[in-house]
């Protein structure tokens, strides 16, 4: 009797799926996808064809001139303090927050019982939910008030250089709103940093700690390199909030067009905070200037979100 070997049998061919709810969902996402981004083009083109008209009508060059006469006859009008403003106070935002951000995360993730990281993750993540206006009531009414101190410090130990010379008079300036948004981008940084690090593997802190490695030494080996791109791309996040942020901003400074050599001057300006108080009282030309600077804070912000994205593409441990 002859023994044939027979080949062990495959895996069932593939078959593929034709049930209507798929077929269905798979049109709503792909359509929904599509819609997204006719909204994003559309609001593009609006403010394109928006700001073409006023540039035209522009006396003044759009991105160097130091002033704000759109309503005026001819207008000229310029973004320069703006810009600085917006970038300044962004900056300042991302230097107090994101260092205490990826101490608040470390804390929850690493360092303290889940009886307290459980309810203090919570009071973190509720701060996003403070509407811009009641940040910007507090910041009015008790923040300014209370920074003539800071100021008053910064001044005697770091005046003679030039940034934080301070001469008196109400801290509605740059650096107080750099602080305020510093408070409202913190949530943002410090959720996603914290998802982050939880994500770090296990194997690699574990294999630190039986090497006889500190707690401190295991993140720093193990936990900052592997979060390091989530980290960036969280406070990158945190600085597209910051740069749009408008209410808060509008309470709180002071608005003129001048840039100070002191970031404890009172006075300038960002785009959000411009477009916010002057856009009632604006004409046609005004509203279209508007439009203009805020052509150019949507195409900054798009940068910003962008670059984000880029950032954690590289990782296929975030797009997995």
Do not use: C
Request: net charge positive; hydrophobic share 50%.
């Amino acid at each position: 009797m002859e023994i044939t070997s027979a080949t062990p049998p495959g895996p069932p061919p593939a078959r593929k799926t034709s049930r209507a709810g798929d077929r269905i969902f798979l049109g709503l996402s792909r359509g929904s996808g599509i819609l997204l981004l006719v909204i994003m083009a559309a609001i593009a083109a609006f403010l394109a064809v928006r700001a073409t008209t006023a540039l035209s009508k522009n006396e003044g060059d759009f991105f160097t001139t130091f002033e704000w006469a759109a309503n005026s006859t001819p207008p000229k009008f310029g973004i320069a303090v703006l810009a600085f403003g917006t970038v300044v106070s962004s900056v300042i935002a991302m230097l107090i927050a994101v260092p205490v951000a990826i101490g608040i995360a470390l804390f929850i993730s690493h360092y303290a019982p889940r009886r307290l990281a459980a309810p203090l993750s919570y009071v973190i993540d509720l701060l996003a939910a403070v509407p811009s206006i009641v940040y910007g009531l507090w910041g009015a009414l008790f923040l300014v008030p209370h920074l003539g101190g800071l100021y008053t410090w910064l001044n005697d130990y770091f005046g003679w250089t030039g940034v934080f010379e301070y001469q008196g008079g109400a801290a509605r300036s740059l650096f107080t709103i750099g602080i305020l948004l510093a408070i409202m981008i913190l949530p943002i940084v410090t959720s996603v940093s914290r998802e982050v690090f939880r994500q770090a593997p296990k194997m690699h802190e574990e294999a630190a700690l039986a090497l006889g490695a500190t707690r401190w030494e295991v993140i720093r080996m193990s936990v900052l390199p592997f979060g390091r791109s989530g980290v960036i791309s969280a406070s990158m996040l945190g600085l597209g909030r910051a740069l749009g942020e408008t209410m808060a901003v509008a309470t709180v400074l002071s608005p003129s067009f001048t840039i100070g050599k002191s970031l404890l001057d009172p006075g300038g300006g960002t785009f959000a905070q411009n477009i916010a108080s002057s856009f009632k009282e604006s004409g046609e030309i005004g509203k279209d200037a508007l439009i203009a600077s805020g052509l150019v804070l949507f195409v900054l912000t798009l940068l910003v979100n962008g670059a984000a994205r880029l950032i954690i593409a590289r990782r296929k441990e975030y797009t997995a």
